[in-house]
């Protein structure tokens, strides 16, 4: 353990959620300063790669950002979640969010353009303020007291267009900005319109940006109700063959499927599947506070790992520059020859081809530095490095379980997220074992005259039938035996080895279930006790 950890906690059981997670932020800060940021200033890694990171990036909500392309229902999604809209929110199917919004929680309703936005240290985006005035004119913050907003932040980005024209007329690097928020938010969510599912050059080049940062990236299918479960199936698979040509990887991205915004449904066939995938995606949306600190420490990780690579990269350009003659043939030599250095590296430090920065884009920035004025390797600053990664972050890990453990669970709150957390509109609510629940007739008993007339071809003896007779019929669900098993536990009551013809009738009901695609229950919830045991039952309890 580390002098921060040791001098905070004897009060970390009285702290509160919020001590707690500062607790996690000046472990992390306090390892960036003293073990990273000494190895990114002696070899320049803020003017080739990212700027240093500041108390705001440590500090700061988890923040979404939404990429797609124009009229795709990114700010509309944004409105769905918050259910009110947001200043400087505009919807059309014309390209009309021009801008990158960042919508933020404030106690009073407001914007702040992108000139005021950089220099205010308590807002993570003070280093936005290299990409120039063509960029902070088309930048600012929404701020507004929605519930949702003091969990995350949003991030809204331009509708991504396709030709060479609008990439030019941006006056920005726009795949730069995109890379820069993709280093610093939590979720990455690409937006798709089921009838537009082409990838255009721009949209391409800005999915290529998010290169090391796959695991934040999730990919929404919107407007999918315009279309039937047919098309749909076709849609899908568009999109998953147009998705594998720009990123490069082994697994399948998390693709949600359904409409978001607050409107009627245009096609209802596939209305359950949307409610899942709605579910789902919220719920991945509503971890982000309890991951927080973990997706901080993964990306000071990786960005430690980074600094290291580089500071190999530059220390050996430096080693073999003459000392005298011929130092620009050398340079533009060593830069040619940038994938064999890599190679090298690998081999001598024993580095993951993955940790390198794309060498074309190395070799660019390379042209306008002079390698005569690299450091060389100072191996003090590597081993400060390797130390946190081999010691300081697994103490910090056991730390942040230990938090995640005595806080209570942090969920977004608030707009679209409540309307399907309680009450009938809850998914399943009213579905598979939750049937019946607020009913008060046995829910079993519709179907029971159907049940009961099984029972008596299997022989019962003094009302019962044994579990070898019982097994004849319920194996002919084609259920395997594990399934079958936990049914028979929660069938038979009275747990005698045998059923009565109110077990037998449960049985098959729990057999219908799960033939349905409904989860079993671990225990017999009370509405589906059948009527003769619920004394018994509670006599047992």
Not at 4 to 16: H, L, P, V
Not at 60 to 71: A, F, R
Not at 89 to 115: K, L, W
Not at 138 to 153: D, E, H, T
Request: aromatic share 10%; hydrophobic share 40%; proline share 5%.
């Amino acid at each position: 353990m580390f002098s921060w950890m040791g001098r905070q906690a004897g009060g970390r059981e009285r702290a509160g959620g919020a001590d707690a997670v500062q607790t996690v932020t000046g472990g992390l800060r306090s390892l960036y300063l003293r073990k990273v940021l000494p190895l990114e200033e002696a070899y320049r890694f803020h003017e080739f790669h990212s700027p240093a990171l500041e108390d705001a990036d440590f500090d700061n909500k988890p923040m979404i950002l939404l990429v797609g392309q124009y009229s795709t229902g990114k700010t509309t999604f944004i409105r769905y979640l918050l259910e009110q809209d947001f200043p400087g929110m505009r919807i059309g199917p014309e390209p009309t969010t021009d801008s990158f919004i960042a919508v933020m929680y404030g106690e009073t309703e407001g914007s702040t353009p992108g000139n005021a936005l950089v220099v205010d240290p308590k807002k993570p985006f003070r280093k936005l303020s290299r990409f120039g005035n063509a960029f902070l004119n088309r930048f600012m913050c929404s701020q507004l007291p929605n519930q949702v907003l003091k969990s995350i932040s949003i991030i809204d980005s331009p509708g991504i267009l396709s030709g060479e024209k609008q990439r030019i007329s941006r006056g920005y690097d726009f795949c730069q900005v995109l890379q820069w928020f993709a280093e610093r938010v939590d979720r990455i969510i690409l937006l798709f319109d089921a009838h537009k599912l082409d990838i255009s050059d721009e949209f391409s080049e800005a999915i290529k940006a998010f290169r090391g940062q796959d695991d934040k990236i999730r990919v929404v299918l919107n407007k999918a109700d315009q279309v039937d479960t047919q098309q749909l199936m076709r849609v899908y698979g568009a999109l998953m063959w147009s998705l594998g040509k720009v990123i490069n990887t082994p697994e399948v991205l998390r693709v949600y499927i359904g409409s978001f915004w607050a409107q009627p449904l245009q096609n209802t066939d596939n209305r359950r599947l949307f409610e899942a995938e709605a579910q789902d995606l919220f719920r991945d949306i509503q971890s982000l506070p309890q991951k927080a600190a973990v997706r901080k420490l993964n990306d000071l990780i990786k960005r430690a790992r980074l600094a290291k690579v580089h500071a190999y990269i530059i220390s050996h350009l430096k080693k073999e520059m003459p000392s005298v003659f011929g130092k620009e043939n050398k340079k533009r030599e060593l830069i040619s020859r940038l994938p064999e250095i890599y190679l090298q590296l690998q081999r001598e430090y024993q580095i993951s081809a993955g940790d390198f920065p794309e060498v074309k884009a190395m070799q660019e920035q390379l042209e306008n530095y002079d390698f005569t004025k690299f450091h060389s390797l100072k191996p003090k600053l590597i081993e400060a490095v390797d130390n946190m990664l081999s010691s300081k972050i697994s103490s910090l890990m056991h730390l942040i379980s230990q938090e995640e453990m005595s806080m209570p669970t942090q969920l977004v709150q608030g707009g679209a997220f409540d309307g399907t957390t309680e009450g009938p509109f809850n998914q399943g609510y009213g579905e598979g074992a939750k049937e019946g629940a607020d009913e008060e007739e046995w829910v079993v008993a519709k179907d029971k005259p159907v049940y009961d007339e099984l029972f008596y071809t299997l022989s019962p003896v003094n009302g019962k039938i044994s579990g070898v007779n019982a097994k004849k019929e319920m194996v002919t669900s084609k259920l395997p035996n594990s399934v079958l098993g936990k049914i028979w536990k929660l069938a038979d009551c009275d747990c005698d080895g045998m059923l009565d013809e109110e077990e037998f009738a449960l049985a098959k009901h729990l057999i219908k279930i799960k033939l349905d695609g409904y989860e079993l229950p671990n225990s017999l919830p009370p509405h589906l006790v059948p009527p003769s045991h619920r004394k018994s039952l509670a006599k047992a309890d």
